[in-house]
C-alpha cells in the first residue's frame, strides 16, 4: 500500500491509501472530477522540477484544503456547481432542496450557512450539524455558538425546519420538535424525512 493524495477538481482534500497506479479516475461522488495521485509520483515532480510542496500545487493550480477540515450536515440548494470544497448529496427533501454533506474549514462553513440563512425560508436554512464523532455523533451546539445564535434562537430555528418539513409533506416531526442539541435535531430531521442515522452515516464519506 502507498500513500495517494485525493483531488476533487482543484482541491487536494485528503490523503488515502492505495495500491492502484499513480493517478486513477474515481466514482462521480458530486460534481466535479475525484483522482488520485501517488505520494511517489508528486515527489517526483517536485524532484524534476525542483519544487517545493506548496510551488507544486500552485504550479498545478491545486488548493491544500486537507487539515483544518470539518464534517458538517447543511440544508438548502445544491452548493456542488463550481464550490471549492466537497459536497455530497445525502437525502432530497424536495426538488429544490436536500441535506449535503459538506467538507471545509470553519471560514468556508460559516460563509456558507451566512448565504444560505438569507434564503427562503428565512433563516432557517444553512449548518445544521458538524460531527464530533464520525459514525457516532454531531457536536451537541458547535453551530449555535459558530453563529452566534442564543438557545431561544437556535429552537425557533428548529420548529421553522420542522415547518418547512410539514409543508413539504413530511408530517413525523414529533422527535424533531423535541430536539434540544444538534446531533438530536439532527436525528430528528432525518426521522422525519422517513431515514435512520444509520443510513445517514451510510450515506456520508469518510475520508
Same mark, same amino acid.
Not at 58 to 69: C, F, K, S
Not at 71 to 80: E, H, L, N, R, Y
Not at 93 to 103: F, H, K, W
Not at 173 to 195: D, F, K
Given at each position: 500500500?502507498?500513500?495517494?493524495?485525493?483531488?476533487?477538481?482543484?482541491?487536494?482534500?485528503?490523503?488515502?491509501?492505495?495500491?492502484?497506479?499513480?493517478?486513477?479516475?474515481?466514482?462521480?461522488?458530486?460534481?466535479?472530477?475525484?483522482?488520485?495521485?501517488?505520494?511517489?509520483?508528486?515527489?517526483?515532480?517536485?524532484?524534476?522540477?525542483?519544487?517545493?510542496?506548496?510551488?507544486?500545487?500552485?504550479?498545478?493550480?491545486?488548493?491544500?484544503?486537507?487539515?483544518?477540515?470539518?464534517?458538517?450536515?447543511?440544508?438548502?440548494?445544491?452548493?456542488?456547481?463550481?464550490?471549492?470544497?466537497?459536497?455530497?448529496?445525502?437525502?432530497?427533501?424536495?426538488? *429544490? %432542496?436536500?441535506?449535503?454533506?459538506?467538507?471545509? +474549514?470553519?471560514? #468556508? !462553513?460559516? @460563509?456558507?450557512?451566512?448565504?444560505?440563512? $438569507? &434564503?427562503?425560508?428565512?433563516?432557517?436554512?444553512?449548518?445544521?450539524?458538524?460531527?464530533?464523532?464520525?459514525?457516532?455523533?454531531?457536536?451537541?451546539?458547535?453551530?449555535?455558538?459558530?453563529?452566534?445564535?442564543?438557545?431561544?434562537?437556535?429552537?425557533?430555528?428548529?420548529?421553522?425546519?420542522? *415547518? %418547512?418539513?410539514?409543508?413539504?409533506?413530511?408530517? +413525523?416531526?414529533? #422527535? !424533531?420538535? @423535541?430536539?434540544?442539541?444538534?446531533?438530536? $435535531? &439532527?436525528?430528528?430531521?432525518?426521522?422525519?424525512?422517513?431515514?435512520?442515522?444509520?443510513?445517514?452515516?451510510?450515506?456520508?464519506?469518510?475520508?
Amino acid at each position: 500500500m502507498t500513500i495517494s493524495y485525493l483531488i476533487r477538481d482543484n482541491a487536494l482534500v485528503a490523503n488515502v491509501e492505495t495500491s492502484e497506479g499513480d493517478i486513477t479516475a474515481l466514482p462521480l461522488l458530486a460534481s466535479g472530477v475525484m483522482s488520485l495521485m501517488s505520494e511517489v509520483h508528486a515527489q517526483n515532480l517536485m524532484t524534476n522540477l525542483n519544487l517545493t510542496a506548496e510551488e507544486a500545487l500552485a504550479a498545478l493550480g491545486i488548493v491544500d484544503h486537507r487539515g483544518a477540515t470539518r464534517k458538517a450536515v447543511v440544508i438548502g440548494p445544491d452548493v456542488s456547481g463550481g464550490y471549492p470544497w466537497p459536497v455530497y448529496k445525502l437525502i432530497n427533501i424536495s426538488d *429544490d %432542496y436536500a441535506l449535503y454533506e459538506v467538507d471545509a +474549514n470553519d471560514d #468556508a !462553513l460559516l @460563509a456558507l450557512h451566512a448565504t444560505l440563512w $438569507q &434564503m427562503e425560508p428565512a433563516q432557517s436554512l444553512g449548518l445544521l450539524a458538524v460531527v464530533e464523532t464520525f459514525g457516532v455523533s454531531f457536536y451537541d451546539s458547535l453551530v449555535r455558538t459558530a453563529t452566534g445564535m442564543t438557545v431561544a434562537e437556535a429552537l425557533a430555528r428548529r420548529d421553522r425546519i420542522a *415547518d %418547512y418539513l410539514e409543508l413539504q409533506g413530511y408530517s +413525523n416531526t414529533t #422527535a !424533531l420538535r @423535541a430536539a434540544t442539541t444538534e446531533h438530536e $435535531q &439532527m436525528a430528528g430531521i432525518v426521522i422525519a424525512l422517513g431515514h435512520t442515522m444509520v443510513q445517514l452515516w451510510g450515506a456520508m464519506v469518510d475520508v
